[in-house]
């Protein structure tokens, strides 16, 4: 079974420009997350999908964030314009949509996009 | 915002030692998830915690979960070199956000051969 895949690996733009990160969960997981981890710093939420809806985007830091999945298939994160605070490496995860009162599933984290903003 | 805090940030060890990880919150948490995350990867799922007071362990990693459900902890029994990377603690947050994971800062584990 393929895992969660990310696209790209590696991005390197300049203040102001647009860049488009890609997800590819698991084939069958309803949940959809992604993730930021700035250097040194935790890993740190920014939103949920269920299938195509967005569960809680509690996390995105400002509207210059845009998360989509149309389709509730995969899914990307566009930041326009970029700015310097952006760099990081951003984490998709997917898991699947069983869920308790008092269990959660575990998240199936992808290779991540390394963004540098200079 | 729910808090998890961390500690250590760094271990360094010599093979065969011990480590341990500790995770701790003012509030009591629903769960504690386990991540390991090698050095240039992805978090990797290890462990779920769900009951208080709940020990559980895989091969030489012992997880624990306070008998408050406000602190949680890792150990590893004789270090390999495989055991090197980032290992984080994470907790769901719940309610509307039950998804959204809460993670520690993470404790870097070396180990020296």
């Known amino acids: 079974e393929a895992g969660v895949t990310q696209f790209p690996s590696h991005s390197v733009i300049e203040k102001g420009q647009t860049v488009t990160l890609r997800c590819d969960p698991i084939s069958g997981h309803d949940n959809l997350y992604w993730y930021r981890r700035v250097m040194g710093k935790e890993i740190k939420f920014l939103l949920h999908?269920?299938?195509?809806?967005?569960?809680?985007e509690s996390g995105m830091p400002n509207n210059r964030f845009l998360a989509e999945r149309t389709g509730g298939t995969y899914s990307t994160l566009k930041v326009q314009p970029a700015e310097l605070e952006d760099s990081g490496v951003y984490f998709c995860?997917?898991?699947?949509?069983?869920?308790?009162?008092?269990?959660?599933?575990?998240?199936?984290f992808g290779p991540g996009t390394r963004l540098t903003v200079l | 915002g729910q808090q998890v805090m961390q500690i250590p940030q760094y271990q360094h060890v010599q093979e065969g030692e011990d480590f341990t990880t500790y995770c701790n919150s003012s509030?009591?948490?629903?769960?504690i998830q386990w991540y390991k995350q090698r050095p240039g990867g992805h978090p990797v799922f290890l462990i779920q915690?769900?009951?208080?007071?709940e020990v559980k362990k895989q091969k030489r990693l012992t997880f624990q979960f306070g008998e408050a459900k406000k602190n949680s902890s890792l150990h590893i029994t004789a270090t390999q070199t495989t055991d090197v990377g980032t290992y984080f603690c994470?907790?769901?947050?719940?309610?509307?956000?039950?998804?959204?994971?809460?993670f520690g800062q993470g404790t870097i584990l070396t180990v020296h051969p």
């Open positions: 994470a907790t769901n947050a719940g309610g509307t956000s039950y998804g959204k994971l809460t």
């Open positions: 995860a997917s898991s699947q949509d069983l869920f308790s009162a008092s269990y959660y599933n575990e998240q199936f």
């Open positions: 509030t009591t948490l629903s769960n």
């Open positions: 999908f269920v299938k195509e809806s967005k569960q809680d």
């Open positions: 915690l769900v009951k208080s007071g």
